[in-house]
């Protein structure tokens, strides 16, 4: 390998890096022959393509992807801004996103963004100056600036885990708010009329609260109690969270949870506290996270399918970059509810 790196020759600017004339002296070819054998394999004869692999792997050489976009307008990568990679809830998302990006031979990008929104302008620069062939974003762009840069760089972007008839590309989602008014009619009917609420502050999970609110309004409760917690959810402020309502509300007959991860946290404080569920106090959660058919008793939720959000939202970047008819810009993939023990 020593042979290969002579001195005066050129390479990456201050590297000592292998590059692709590296790789085409080792296997005895021309570098014209080494990017076909990267770029189109089929059009390399077995023979020298084998040779080529095998100089690929002995000289550990990885192709420069800047360069090879350049050359094709494609970076082969997709952007996604998550609010925490901590939450388990858009988990079923991102691996299906990855998995129908890589069946295109394209990898995923991922990049926390928080809930507040401070880290989105800086995130935004540093993703659309790497001209990624899509952007995908965990709810819906509200911020003026954010959408203005997203605009004008041309680049592919899908809206997910939300929808609007006003999307800033393409959109793949569900209505909080309709989670919110189907979940107060399923605890309604099921006889409950003494609800609260334990949420986080994000602002999904208060527009899901206002549609609960809402709708149990109509049906004549007003005044839901509500402890506000902070994102990202855990058991621990799902816990606190009850401990403080039930505090000031002694009374209540059912908690909805912005999240199964509070609502079992709201089920453990129950139990700790000597309340049994739902004979003293029922709870229902949002996401139908795996731990849910598991808990004691089953939790009630609501089921978000999410590897079709991933792979719709994939599938448009994919049309997209390709010039193929994205179809309607808005996909609703609605919601069910899911009733287990606990509600």
């Known amino acids: 390998m020593d042979s290969l790196k002579k001195p005066g020759r050129a390479a990456r600017p201050g590297t000592g890096g292998i590059t692709l004339n590296d790789v085409a002296k080792l296997a005895g070819v021309s570098a014209i022959t080494v990017s076909r054998a990267l770029n189109t394999p089929a059009a390399v004869s077995p023979d020298t393509l084998e040779r080529v692999r095998g100089a690929i792997a002995r000289s550990g050489y990885v192709p420069n992807l800047v360069a090879g976009g350049l050359a094709s307008n494609r970076s082969r990568l997709v952007a996604a801004l998550v609010p925490t990679i901590a939450g388990p809830v858009f988990l079923e998302t991102i691996q299906a996103l990855t998995d129908a990006l890589a069946e295109a031979g394209c990898q995923l990008m991922l990049g926390q963004s928080g809930y507040g929104g401070a880290r989105e302008e800086a995130l935004l620069d540093a993703i659309i100056g790497r001209r990624p062939d899509g952007i995908v974003l965990i709810g819906i762009m509200h911020f003026a600036e954010g959408r203005r840069r997203l605009l004008a760089s041309g680049i592919p972007v899908v809206e997910t885990w939300d929808i609007t008839p006003t999307p800033l590309d393409m959109i793949v989602g569900f209505s909080h708010e309709k989670v919110g008014a189907a979940v107060a009619d399923y605890l309604h009917g099921r006889g409950f009329r003494r609800p609260g609420i334990v949420s986080a502050s994000d602002e999904r999970a208060t527009r899901r609260r206002a549609g609960f609110e809402q709708r149990f309004a109509e049906l004549g409760v007003q005044g839901i109690p509500v402890c506000m917690v902070p994102s990202p959810s855990s058991l621990g402020n799902g816990r606190a969270g009850f401990a403080g309502l039930r505090a000031s509300h002694p009374g209540l007959d059912v908690v909805f949870c912005s999240s199964d991860v509070i609502a079992h946290g709201v089920m453990t404080e129950a139990h700790a506290t ?70």
């Open 274 to 343: 000597g309340l049994r569920v739902p004979e003293d106090i029922a709870v229902m959660g949002f996401g139908d996270l795996p731990f849910a058919a598991f808990t004691y008793p089953q939790l009630s939720t609501v089921r978000i399918d999410g590897t079709a959000i991933g792979r719709q939202a994939a599938q448009f970047i994919l049309d997209r970059v390709a010039n193929r008819d994205v179809g309607p810009p808005v996909r609703d993939i609605g919601f069910s509810i899911i009733q287990r023990g606990s509600a």
